[in-house]
Each structure stands twice: as structure tokens, then as C-alpha cells.
């Protein structure tokens, strides 16, 4: 069975930093985009970045700039490192794994969550003011 497992998460002060980590119990998830989306109470859960195959990345526009994803296939392995956070950044954090084999055009794969058909449990972040 395919795990994705989400850690890094807390309490911090508007300003900081964290750095999420999302492990996959297999390595054919190396293949696959992988994408970080949020959920704040009451809301919708939102796209926040996606890395289609190493170098291909790309940011929903609330944090461009700030957030950077990353991934190290020797340990399978997407990373979120999140810079210069604020308190609307508060939120469950979750990872996803497209493993439907689609193609894509461009370089970025989806933004959609109904593209990803595997998730993490979520982390949670809040960042206080």
C-alpha cells in the first residue's frame, strides 16, 4: 500500500521559517509530480506548489517568492521550505502525488487536486502575529 507521509509542521511567529517534508513508502513515486496544497479552516483546499520532475516547478501566486519545493529521490523525498511566513499562511498542509501517468503540455504538471490521486495526512502550520 502507497503512503505519503507529511512532517515539519508547528507553531511559529510571523517572519519565520519552516521546512515540510513529505516521504513516499515507495520509490516509483520519484516518477510521479508531486504538489503541496493547504487547507485553512473554512476554506477551500488550495494549490501551493507542484514540482513535475525536479527541475519543473511552479507556485500558486500567494507565496512566489517565499515557499520553494524541492525533491531528493535517494530518499524519496519533497520538501516545502517556506520562508518569511505570516499568519494567512496558517493551514493544513498537505502532499500529493499524481500517479495517474497523464501527459502534460508545458512544463507544469496540474493544479487541480482532482489530478492527484494519492495524499499525505496532512501537518498542520500556524503562524502567529
Known amino acids: 500500500q502507497v503512503h505519503l507521509v507529511e512532517s515539519g509542521g508547528g507553531l511559529v511567529q510571523a517572519g519565520d521559517s519552516l521546512r515540510l517534508s513529505c516521504a513516499a513508502s515507495?520509490?516509483?513515486?520519484?516518477?510521479?509530480?508531486m504538489a503541496w496544497f493547504r487547507q485553512a479552516p473554512g476554506k477551500e483546499r488550495e494549490f501551493v506548489a507542484g514540482n513535475r520532475n525536479g527541475d519543473n516547478v511552479y507556485y500558486g501566486d500567494s507565496v512566489k517568492g517565499r515557499f520553494t519545493i524541492s525533491r531528493d529521490n535517494a530518499k524519496n523525498t519533497v520538501y516545502l521550505q517556506m520562508n518569511s511566513l505570516r499568519p494567512e499562511d496558517t493551514a493544513v498542509y498537505y502532499c500529493?502525488?499524481?500517479?495517474?501517468?497523464?501527459?502534460?503540455?508545458?512544463?507544469?504538471?496540474?493544479?487541480?487536486?482532482?489530478?492527484?490521486?494519492?495524499w499525505g495526512q496532512g501537518t498542520q502550520v500556524t503562524v502567529s502575529s
Open positions: 515507495q520509490r516509483t513515486f520519484n516518477h510521479y509530480p
Open positions: 500529493a502525488a499524481d500517479a495517474s501517468l497523464r501527459s502534460y503540455s508545458g512544463n507544469d504538471a496540474s493544479r487541480d487536486i482532482h489530478d492527484y490521486n494519492y
